[in-house]
């Protein structure tokens, strides 16, 4: 089987998010064939001419056999795929990398810490763990953004309030003229000392600036979390997606097939990283 | 590949003349002297192989690792692009006179590439490859292939036996080779070729040329406990004042290295826009603009870049592969424009430790 050869999947919708963030609802063309993938992983999509960029999943695996990422459109690929309409074709390779460990934190009360489209890839986990909830203890979500605005997915926000056993707090850093916001102003980790979850059992799932992450799980290890319960969804530039390019190495790490979903405690002590 | 192992002896003649006839039915590549250094070319007469060479500055892996490769091709139709697979034909190539150092050079590179995942545009080109090694005689000042055991000649390497990364490797008695074939792929190359089974003597002879070689390395890095000696270190001094002060990211230390398998991938389309070649070419970890990412770059900086290089040959490697990433061949450090050199580093920070 050739891994750099690209499958082809019609766009089926899409949805804007955000000024510049957008889901693309995706199903692939051969036939029956399903993507078989977890919460967490990604794929790497590509335009012919426009190259490829890993993506992650932004909603569990569908009955009806479609999948979605969501994008921000920042670079040369992802402003490409801003200009396709429904019927068109994108390239697909994947799915690729680590999956949230949704089995391992059975049973426990989940904290998931999110900042800015680093919602995406924790969206398929918040999803699939609703669908199972009894499966889980409390679920709590902290999510920070830039601005009221960047807020992505925020249209579900009720639905998942609504949700037993869960909190949803929400934190900006700034409040543009124009736009209304009630909430915390703030970094997320201002949001902990509202959090109510016990740090000797539960599971901590971030993703968000390497710089967030950071002070997330330093700031959960200070409050008595385990390291080895912190799992954290990290992001380089890759060309491959299947451990060859080299590029997303993080010491002996390969983002793309040891991760993108890590334990905190994986990546202690290796330099060029922020966490 | 099976275990089969053979042996037999062959007049210098009769290998030359073994090469002319098989170029019937290869590519032959061979170190080719060529200025100060050798370099492996592309060879119509055996006549052209220098059978002396010390080192080349491009590996041999890297005939294999072309600099550029096509992965996939989008061809327009009234459907859009459909998807081709690269379907260029391939020549059987033989690569031939390859030192240890560089066939054990071959072995790493194949754990990424032939490893759990594979990388199809490789495999491709590999398994139309033949590779006949050639032991090593010519130490150079460089050379620190015995501190791997990854040469000066071929044998047992991570517990694996020869018979792997190549097919056949020589031995140069004087106006005679001793042959070894592994597996029926190299025997079958030797089968028609006049030869005679060796003497006792022809492998004392092998061995003793074994021991000479050995005794010629001036260099050596020592391996013991390396890996963890440099994580140990990842914020040694050396980084900054090495990397600071000398490196220049010129990238010719990855550009030479025999495992180095980073690459880049980038679209090239047709002005009609009629098909697009998604292709790769190598890149390196030395460059700038490698680990940028949106918004930053993990490894902006001299120091943290040659702390990659550096560390990943001698440390990350053997996490990630079971083996380390360099097997001592010395062309980083000979083509290091400021003489920066690895074992030298791994030396400075290990007496470092011990002073401690």
């Known amino acids: ?34 993507l078989d993938f977890r919460p967490g992983q990604f794929n790497m999509l590509g335009l012919p001419g426009f190259g490829e960029a890993p993506i992650t999943f932004s909603a569990p695996p569908q009955q009806d056999g479609t999948f979605e990422h969501t994008v921000r459109a920042v670079g040369r690929l992802t402003k490409g795929l801003m200009k396709l309409k429904p019927g068109d074709t994108i390239h697909v390779r994947g799915p690729f990398g680590t999956a949230w460990p949704l089995d391992q934190v059975k049973g426990k009360d989940i904290l998931v810490v999110a900042g800015g489209v680093g919602m995406v890839p924790l969206r398929p986990f918040i999803l699939e763990a609703f669908r199972r909830r009894s499966d889980y203890g409390k679920i709590v979500i902290l999510f920070g953004a830039r601005t009221p605005g960047e807020l992505v997915f925020r249209e579900e926000f009720d639905s998942w309030r609504s949700q037993a056993q869960t909190t949803l707090l929400l934190t900006v850093d700034e409040v543009p003229p124009g736009e209304e916001w009630k909430g915390h102003t703030g970094v997320v980790t201002g949001l902990f000392a509202e959090t109510d979850i016990d740090p000797g059992t539960a599971a901590v799932l971030t993703c968000g600036p390497e710089i967030m992450m950071r002070f997330v799980a330093r700031g959960l290890i200070l409050r008595r979390f385990s390291p080895a319960r912190i799992h954290v969804s990290l992001e380089r530039r890759m060309r491959c997606g299947t451990g060859h390019c080299g590029h997303c190495q993080l010491g002996p790490k390969f983002i793309c097939k040891d991760g993108p979903v890590f334990r905190y405690e994986e990546l202690s002590g290796l330099p060029d990283t922020l966490l | 590949m099976n275990g089969q192992v053979s042996a037999r002896i062959v007049k210098k003649e009769s290998i030359e003349t073994w090469i002319n006839d098989l170029r019937r039915d290869y590519e032959a590549y061979a170190p080719v002297a060529a200025g100060k250094v050798a370099s492996f070319r592309r060879i119509e007469r055996a006549a052209e192989i220098d059978w002396n060479y010390s080192s080349t500055t491009i590996p041999p892996s890297k005939i294999i690792y072309a600099p550029q490769q096509s992965l996939v091709r989008f061809v327009k139709s009234d459907k859009g692009y459909q998807v081709e697979e690269d379907a260029a034909v391939i020549a059987d190539r033989a690569l031939l006179a390859v030192h240890p150092c560089d066939l054990h050079g071959l072995l790493v590179l194949e754990r990424t590439f032939l490893g759990q995942m594979k990388d199809a545009a490789y495999e491709r080109v590999r398994s139309r490859v033949t590779v006949v090694g050639l032991n090593c005689q010519t130490v150079g000042e460089k050379c620190f292939c015995a501190s791997f055991g990854t040469g000066p000649f071929f044998g047992f390497w991570m517990r694996q036996g020869p018979p792997f990364g190549c097919d056949a490797i020589l031995t140069d008695l004087g106006e005679r080779f001793l042959v070894e074939t592994f597996g029926e792929k190299g025997e079958m190359l030797f089968v028609k070729v006049k030869s005679s089974p060796p003497s006792l003597d022809d492998i004392g002879e092998k061995f003793k040329r074994e021991a000479a070689a050995k005794e010629r390395f001036r260099k050596t890095l020592n391996t013991r406990d390396l890996p963890a000696l440099m994580r140990r270190n990842l914020y040694h001094p050396t980084w900054r004042i090495t990397g600071e002060g000398k490196c220049l990211s010129c990238t010719n230390c990855t550009m030479v290295c025999p495992t180095c398998f980073c690459y880049d991938t980038w679209d090239k389309a047709l002005l009609d826009l009629s098909v697009i070649e998604r292709a790769r070419r190598w890149d390196s970890c030395q460059d700038e603009r490698f680990a940028e990412v949106h918004g930053g770059n993990f490894r902006s900086t001299h120091e943290a870049r040659l702390r990659q290089f550096v560390c990943h040959k001698l440390s990350y490697w053997v996490e990630q592969y079971g083996c380390f990433g360099c097997v001592g061949c010395g062309r980083c450090m000979t083509w290091c424009p400021t003489g920066i050199d690895l074992a030298e580093i791994a030396a400075e920070i290990r007496a470092d430790e011990e002073r401690k």
């Open chain 1, 1 to 34: 089987m050739n891994l750099q050869l690209p499958k082809e999947a019609l766009l089926v919708a899409t949805k804007n998010r955000t000024p510049d963030t957008r889901s693309f609802t995706l199903r692939l063309r051969d036939g029956q064939e399903r």
